[in-house]
């Protein structure tokens, strides 16, 4: 049973991992800067639980430090949602400062004669 449970932690740590990077990775999902960051922290975390757990290290220290990470991943998200909902109509200095660099170049070049 032990056996079973440690593998299912990994891939579901490995799952998880892989849905974050997807997000993190994704042009449809702007979460912003804070969110992004603490996306990645819970990506490293939640990788190191998989390789600890699917290369069956008896290191629990290791264990521990990875769920540290992950956690302070998640807290550094929740202060970025903080963050973006205490100033939800931040004003941007320019549409293209956050245009995808293909749109954002041809704005610019079709906007100069």
């Given at each position: 049973?032990d056996?079973?449970?440690?593998?299912?932690?990994?891939?579901?740590?490995?799952?998880?991992?892989?849905?974050?990077?997807?997000?993190v990775?994704?042009?449809?999902?702007?979460?912003?800067?804070?969110?992004?960051?603490?996306?990645?922290?819970?990506?490293?975390?939640?990788?190191?639980?998989?390789a600890?757990?699917?290369?069956?290290?008896?290191?629990?220290?290791?264990?521990?430090?990875?769920?540290?990470?992950?956690?302070?991943?998640?807290?550094?998200v929740?202060?970025?949602?903080?963050?973006?909902?205490?100033?939800?109509?931040?004003?941007?200095?320019?549409?293209?400062?956050?245009?995808?660099?293909?749109?954002?170049?041809?704005?610019?070049?079709?906007?100069?004669?």
């Open positions: 049973m056996e079973w449970m440690r593998n299912a932690n990994g891939w579901a740590s490995l799952a998880c991992a892989a849905g974050l990077a997807y997000v990775l994704s042009r449809k999902v702007d979460e912003g800067l804070v969110v992004k960051v603490g996306l990645v922290i819970m990506i490293l975390g939640l990788l190191a639980t998989a600890l757990t699917l290369g069956s290290a008896e290191s629990w220290r290791g264990l521990w430090n990875a769920g540290f990470c992950t956690r302070a991943g998640l807290l550094v929740i202060v970025g949602i903080a963050l973006r909902a205490r100033h939800p109509k931040h004003p941007r200095r320019r549409a293209t400062d956050f245009a995808p660099l293909d749109g954002a170049r041809r704005q610019h070049h079709e906007a100069t004669p």
